[in-house]
């Protein structure tokens, strides 16, 4: 039960990641590689946004 709250809860913070880098000022190249390093990386990929993505 506690996987699947985990996988719930990353789950939304993975689609509200996606979300913010699509409506960021950054090109869209741009936003097509960090949503696919958020996706492909799911766990590193959202750290990795999360501290140097587009603000």
Same mark, same amino acid.
């Given at each position: 039960?506690?996987?699947g709250?985990?996988?719930? @809860?990353? @789950?939304?913070? +993975?689609?509200? +990641?996606?979300? $913010?880098?699509? #409506? $960021?000022? +950054? $090109?869209? +190249?741009?936003?097509?590689?960090?949503? @696919?390093?958020? @996706? !492909?990386?799911?766990?590193?990929? &959202?750290?990795?946004? !999360? &501290?140097a993505?587009? #603000?």
């Open positions: 039960m506690f996987t709250i985990l996988g719930f @809860l990353h @789950l939304i913070i +993975a689609i509200w +990641a996606i979300l $913010s880098i699509f #409506k $960021s000022g +950054a $090109s869209t +190249a741009e936003k097509i590689v960090w949503a @696919l390093v958020v @996706l !492909f990386f799911p766990i590193i990929g &959202l750290i990795i946004w !999360f &501290l993505g587009p #603000k």
